[in-house]
Every structure is written in structure tokens, then in C-alpha cells.
């Protein structure tokens, strides 16, 4: 049985930085391309950063590039997203997802449950 389960989450000022993780269980997580999507109130779940399985490709929505930081931990099976200089569109629920292939977390074959990022202004 595969789990992820994310922490890190919180209330944080503009400005601030927070730190996400995911630990993975019940399935070789080194295989694996992981991502981190996030969902807004009244808004469609979007894809922020994606890592391939060894960690050397990454990639990021526009609105958050130079920002977020996506990073893999394979000994201990956790994902990673420091997040800094956030700004309040950056409130969602962010989950981490992990795909079916080493180099793309699309389709995801597995969903963490969430943890809620709130950025006061």
C-alpha cells in the first residue's frame, strides 16, 4: 500500500518561506518521478514543480519559478519544496503526488492527502 504524507504546512506572512515535505512509503521511490500540485478555493488543482527519479530534471509553473524549489531525498524517501518569498496567491491545499514513470509525475498514480499553505498579506 502506497502512502505519501505531506507536512510542513502553515500560515506564514507575505515574504515568508516555508519548507513542504513528503514521505513515501510501500513503493521504490527512487523509480519514480514525484510533483507537487496545489488547489486554491473555487479553483482547479494545478502541477507546480516536478523532479525526475534521480532528482536532475525539475521543472515549475511560471508563476513560481525563481520562488519554489522542488529537491528528492531517495535514502529517505522524502520529497521536498522550499517554497520563499511567498505571496497570498500562493494559499492552496499542496499535494504531493508520485507518477508511474522515472521521468514524468503524469499521470499520477499516487495522491498525498494535502497540507494547507496560508500566505497572510
Known amino acids: 500500500q502506497v502512502q505519501l504524507v505531506e507536512s510542513g504546512g502553515g500560515l506564514v506572512q507575505a515574504g515568508g518561506s516555508l519548507r513542504l515535505s513528503c514521505e513515501a512509503s510501500g513503493r521504490t521511490f527512487s523509480n519514480y518521478a514525484m510533483g507537487w500540485f496545489r488547489q486554491a478555493p473555487g479553483k482547479a488543482r494545478e502541477l507546480v514543480a516536478t523532479?525526475?527519479?534521480?532528482?536532475?530534471?525539475?521543472s515549475y509553473l511560471d508563476s513560481v519559478k525563481g520562488r519554489f524549489t522542488i529537491s528528492r531525498d531517495n535514502a529517505k524517501n522524502t520529497l521536498y519544496l522550499q517554497m520563499s518569498d511567498l505571496k497570498p496567491e500562493d494559499t492552496a491545499v499542496y499535494y504531493c503526488?508520485?507518477?508511474?514513470?522515472?521521468?514524468?509525475?503524469?499521470?499520477?498514480?499516487?495522491w498525498g492527502k494535502g497540507t494547507l499553505v496560508t500566505v497572510s498579506s
Open positions: 503526488a508520485m507518477g508511474g514513470s522515472k521521468w514524468s509525475v503524469t499521470p499520477v498514480d499516487y
Open positions: 523532479i525526475s527519479w534521480g532528482g536532475g530534471g525539475t
